[in-house]
């Protein structure tokens, strides 16, 4: 890794920790070959995870979804005001552009799918994120599942 902040630091600093992601990633976890209990899916989640993380554009992706959080949350998004960001209207979709982006870059077809699936639900720490990260993070967390389920029973 070349020198700078990781990506998990800078997730921590927006409040989000890698146990947050894995922990609302189980929620939605349904048994599957090679990944037949909530602890093995666990440690292969994480294990998919950390192969993600490892990746600059994965990671510059991201901190896209938190620089934005970050400029909506002072008012400094361009051409919408602070109360339009707060309650994420319908029309703002570059949030879900940047979230289906990860999953389909991380997961292909079935990272966008399992994206759908957390989108949805919000479980854990996506139902308390704002309108950019909690796309961000059901991105990562859908392209992480799909590549846990398929990758799963190759172990």
């Known amino acids: 890794m070349g020198s700078g902040k990781d990506i ?6 927006a409040g989000i920790s890698i146990d947050d992601v894995v922990n609302a990633a189980m929620e939605l976890y349904v048994p599957h070959p090679g990944v037949e209990t909530r602890n093995k899916a666990e440690e292969v989640f994480r294990r998919e995870l950390n192969l993600a993380l490892s990746d600059p554009n994965l990671c510059l992706l991201i901190y896209a979804g938190v620089l934005l959080e970050g400029e909506g949350k002072k008012g400094n998004l361009p ?7 707060e309650r994420d209207l319908t029309y703002l979709i570059a ?3 940047l979230g289906m982006s990860i999953a ?20 854990g720490i996506l139902g308390k994120l704002g309108p950019f990260m909690d796309d961000v993070i059901a991105g990562l967390i859908g392209g992480v599942s799909a590549n846990m389920y398929t990758r799963a029973v190759f172990d």
């Open 104 to 123: 389909k870059y991380v997961g292909g077809y079935k990272g966008s799918f399992d994206y759908v699936r957390y989108d949805k639900a919000k479980p």
């Open 79 to 85: 051409n919408m005001s602070s109360s339009d960001y």
């Open 95 to 97: 949030d879900e552009v």
């Open 8 to 13: 998990r630091d800078v997730l921590q600093e």
